[in-house]
């Protein structure tokens, strides 16, 4: 008796491994990963920093590690990988978190109030992304 393995089906195998390898690769490089809808942001990185600069580094720090504590929630470090790739942390949540707060942490509700525009949201963001340890 031959006890090898048909080569058909070890062809057959190794296709399948690659196929779902590339589709894994591609499924894992979206951003938003495990929420559909999320919407990355599209904004401006180099017109994001500056408002970073202006208004955010005081509770975020210049690298992104946060770690103030004002009252409730300490602000995040972005190098945190436990954070950052908490698929709940995607765009989403940051352009909400921007845009209304969180006013028992003291995060200002920069939207609400005004204070920025949508499209200044979108570029702090962009800029947000080059500090963290998740590029997308
Ligand atoms: C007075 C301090 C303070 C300032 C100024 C501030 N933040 Fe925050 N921010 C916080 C705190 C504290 C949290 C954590 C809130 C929580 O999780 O309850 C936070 C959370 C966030 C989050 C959610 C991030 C995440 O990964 O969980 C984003 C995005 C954010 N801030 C962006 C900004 C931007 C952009 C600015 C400037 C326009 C800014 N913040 C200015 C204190 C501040």
Known sequence: MDSRVPLRTVALATAAIAVFGAFYAFA??????GNPTARPSTGNP???????TAKCVACHKADGT????????PSPSWKDP??????????????????NGKMKSGMVA??????????????VIAYIHTLMIRKK
């Open 82 to 99: 436990r954070h950052v790739f908490d698929p709940k942390f995607n765009d989403d949540y940051l352009r909400d978190c921007i845009t």
């Open 110 to 123: 920069w939207g609400k109030t005004g204070q920025l525009k949508p499209a200044e949201i979108e570029n």
């Open 66 to 73: 946060g770690g103030i504590k004002l009252t409730g929630n």
């Open 46 to 52: 180099i017109e994001g920093r500056k408002i970073f």
């Open 28 to 33: 894992a490089a979206k951003p938003g990963m």
